[in-house]
């Protein structure tokens, strides 16, 4: 399917208030050429993509950001969960115009200068990566889980991972990641 | 000339002028995870309003008499809103079911309703608290609709729910049955709101999901509580006319088999809900015996 702007009246209306809907700061300039302004890991990015393209497509094979895994297109599968404003999400279920003025951070937004953050040295660890496709959509799901609930039970990572499909592992090994994780940061916050 | 333009209005009175020129089919679109599912082609000509960062569209108001909530509310703020869990906890609990973490942080109550899924959690817990919606219709008048009378149309914009304040009973709980506990399309769910004072039931609303192609009141069931009181003949009472609503609603249905058995079960699994009593109290096991 071709999608794109129409040189009519509408679409001018439609990019003025585009424009307008940039959280009033007004620098994101018209999307509707295709290069569409995001804020992915901490930079600011341009994106040359459709503004109905999914997001999950556009991080991937535009900004090679190639964590983001697009599974299902359904919300099923949870592999191209990303952050989007500290929330996880479906990125496949998110069209990328709508993701402007939002903070969008995926598994490469996690990374130290070097090597793993501690999330992913925990599934390393405990044996919670095999084939891998999961992963990253898991890392963010339990990354936002951690980020609103620091010390989360069984019931309450599992819960939060449920909207993760691993046909590999069998799910022991990635909540007991989680766990693992979540103990050393506390103990990280009281040693402050 | 076939072409789709997109836009993100700031607020309602931009969308507002934007609808008023606008010539061409219009489609909304707030979490999306109805709209993108794979597969399902989008519109190809148009206008796509997206809705989901529109100021004030997403808001619980519950401490005026009615509660009000408005159309781009997300899933999880339904199910994270202490006023509105103390005051309605049924549709508190039918949004901490819906879905995944993941959808529940994009998926609106006017998606929902829009989307009109025979299985769409929210809706038996609208239907029977008799919600009433606030539409945007596409020549821009105002217009407010019971949610049953609503009918999806392209240009016809949900922009609040309205639960009324006689509508929202003292006691609700919302159960639901799936293939799975987590991230599950309901195969069967009910919503109770009642009365219960002193062992006995007063007034009673309840309505079911994914039993036909719209969520629906359950006359039958309702009788069979209200004004008596809460003993093990009442629940047999109970049970039996639920059998009876399953049977009317999907006569002849590959699935009306075991949802006459599994309606019981959630039945009372309301009933101890909204009781505050253990489902393994012997109250339960005398009325299924």
Same mark, same amino acid.
């Given at each position: ?7 009519? $009246? ?12 940039? #959280? ?8 509707? +050429? ?35 895994? %697009?599974?299902?297109? +359904? ?19 998110? !069209?990328?115009?709508?993701?402007? #003025?939002? $903070? ?8 130290? $200068? ?17 084939? #891998? ?6 890392? !963010?799901?339990? %990354? #936002? ?8 039970? %069984? ?16 799910? +022991? ?7 693992? %994780?979540?103990?050393?940061?506390? $103990? !990280?916050?009281?040693?402050? | ?14 969308? @507002? ?26 519109? /190809? ?7 989901? @960062? ?49 959808? @529940? ?68 709980? &919302? ?61 047999? /009472? &109970? ?7 399953? /049977? ?12 006459? @058995? ?21 109250? &339960? ?5």
């Amino acid at each position: 399917m071709v999608i794109f702007w129409a040189n009519t $009246e509408l679409a001018r209306n439609a990019r003025a208030s585009l424009r307008l809907s940039a #959280g009033g700061t007004g620098s994101d300039g018209d999307v509707g +050429e295709g290069a569409i302004s995001l804020n992915v890991n901490g930079d600011s990015r341009e994106c040359a993509a459709p503004p109905t393209m999914r997001l999950s497509a556009a991080l991937r094979d535009i900004l090679n950001l190639t964590s983001v895994k %697009e599974g299902c297109c +359904e919300g099923e599968c949870g592999a191209c969960t990303i952050l989007l404003d500290g929330k996880p999400v479906n990125s496949c279920l998110v !069209m990328v115009f709508q993701a402007r #003025g939002s $903070e969008i951070i995926t598994v490469e937004g996690l990374l130290p $200068e070097t090597g793993l953050n501690s999330l992913q040295q925990a599934f390393l660890d405990e044996g919670a990566v095999q084939c #891998g496709y999961c992963t990253p959509g898991m890392v !963010m799901a339990a %990354e #936002g889980l951690l980020r609103i609930n620091p010390n989360p039970d %069984e019931v309450d990572i599992r819960h939060a991972l449920a909207g993760n499909i691993c046909r590999c592992t069998g799910f +022991e090994t990635i909540v007991r990641a989680v766990s693992v %994780e979540a103990a050393a940061r506390r $103990e !990280m916050e009281a040693g402050r | 000339m076939s072409a789709l333009s997109v836009v993100a209005p700031p607020d309602l009175s931009t969308l @507002r002028s934007l609808l008023a020129g606008a010539a061409t089919p219009v489609h909304f679109l707030a979490g999306g995870t109805d709209l993108l599912i794979a597969g399902c082609p989008l519109p /190809d000509t148009g206008l796509l309003v997206d809705l989901s @960062r529109m100021d004030g569209m997403a808001h619980i108001a519950t401490e005026g008499a009615d509660i009000r909530i408005r159309a781009a509310t997300t899933v999880v703020m339904l199910a994270d809103h202490c006023g509105l869990r103390a005051r309605f906890p049924a549709l508190s609990e039918a949004a901490a079911q819906c879905g995944s973490v993941q959808i @529940r942080n994009r998926a609106t109550i006017g998606g929902n309703i829009a989307n009109a899924s025979p299985g769409a959690d929210l809706l038996p817990v609208l239907l029977a608290a008799g919600a009433r919606l606030c539409l945007l219709e596409p020549g821009g008048e105002w217009n407010v609709v019971a949610i049953l009378d609503f009918a999806p149309a392209p240009g016809r914009l949900i922009v609040e729910v309205i639960l009324p304040n006689a509508g929202i009973l003292p006691r609700s709980a &919302f159960v639901k049955l799936g293939v799975r506990q987590d991230l599950t399309i309901s195969r069967l769910s009910l919503a109770l709101l009642a009365e219960l004072q002193d062992g006995r039931f007063g007034v009673v609303r309840l309505a079911a999901g994914a039993i036909g192609p719209k969520p629906r009141r359950l006359p039958h069931a309702e009788s069979a509580l209200e004004g008596r009181r809460l003993e093990p003949g009442t629940l047999r /009472d &109970f049970l039996s006319s639920l059998v009876v609503e399953v /049977d009317n609603a999907i006569a002849g249905r590959a699935s009306q088999l075991y949802k006459r @058995r599994a309606i019981a079960g959630l039945g009372l699994d309301l009933i101890a809900r909204i009781s505050g009593m253990n489902p393994r109290h012997e109250l &339960f096991e005398e009325a299924l015996a």
